[in-house]
């Protein structure tokens, strides 16, 4: 889709320009949110390792 527009040309004001504008305004969401959980995994200092220390406990407390 993005190629087609690429080879189109983008004309100001045509459906094309108005189209290409839309899909850069998703994806610039789309990498502030990834960009976001990216930074609150980092500030929060997930443990990778916490689902498998839960299974495990949870595996001892049903012994």
């Known amino acids: 889709m993005m190629q ?4 189109q040309g ?4 045509s459906e094309q320009a108005i ?3 839309q899909l850069h305004g ?3 969401v789309l ?3 990834t960009s976001l959980c990216g ?3 980092v500030l929060l200092r997930v ?6 220390d839960a299974l495990s406990m949870r595996k001892s407390l049903l012994k």
């Open 4 to 7: 087609d527009l690429k080879i």
């Open 10 to 13: 983008l004309v100001k004001g």
């Open 19 to 21: 189209l290409f504008g």
């Open 26 to 28: 998703v994806s610039s």
């Open 31 to 33: 990498y502030l949110i």
């Open 39 to 41: 930074l609150a995994l």
């Open 47 to 52: 443990n990778p390792q916490f689902s498998t």
